[in-house]
């Protein structure tokens, strides 16, 4: 079995090569990697659905997701992007202290996500500034987004 020490070696030049965390410091981005839970996904099965309640923040260590959402108009969700290795998502609900605004589906067998629970997310996020300016400007932006489609 592979030692908790190479699956954290692992982990940490990944997240290391995720942009969004590319600055953090080393002792922050190994605190991330101690509590990090990994979850695996079948094809077609929702990682996230639109309208729950959420508390994690989720990065994409192997496979691909598509981000469908429901819009007025159309029966069926649509889809708005599809994200891959190095991607992450889920933190608008965290952000925005509100319930998840779009549904993420696994598009393959065996898609790996890291899951940060919303303690480490804030510690993450709460303590770098630039970070947190970053995030929040892009979840407004993703609002605005979803004001122009029309999303229910
Ligand atoms: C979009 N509208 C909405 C994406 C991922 C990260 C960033 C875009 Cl920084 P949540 C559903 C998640 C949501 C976002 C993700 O879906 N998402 C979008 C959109 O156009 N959500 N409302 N595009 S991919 C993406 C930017 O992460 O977070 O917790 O759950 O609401």
Do not use: H, W
Not at 8 to 20: A, G, P, Q
Not at 21 to 35: Q, R, S, T
Not at 46 to 75: D, M, P, W
């Amino acid at each position: 079995m592979r030692s908790t020490q190479a699956r954290n070696e692992e982990y940490f030049s990944f997240l290391r090569s995720v942009s969004l965390l590319k600055d953090l410091p080393e002792e922050k981005l190994a605190k991330i990697v101690d509590c990090l839970e990994v979850d695996y996904f079948d094809e077609g099965e929702y990682i996230i659905r639109e309208g729950e309640e959420g508390n994690t923040f989720f990065i994409i260590a192997k496979g691909q997701v598509s981000v469908t959402q429901t819009t007025e108009g159309c029966l069926e969700p649509q889809e708005i992007k599809t994200l891959g290795v190095g991607d992450y998502f889920g933190e608008k609900a965290l952000i925005s202290e509100d319930v998840r605004s779009a549904n993420i589906i696994s598009k393959e067998n065996d898609t790996q996500c890291l899951v940060v629970d919303r303690d480490n997310f804030n510690q993450m996020v709460g303590t770098y500034e630039e970070l947190q300016a970053y995030l929040r400007e892009y979840v407004e932006q993703l609002s605005r987004g979803d004001e122009q489609r029309n999303a229910m």
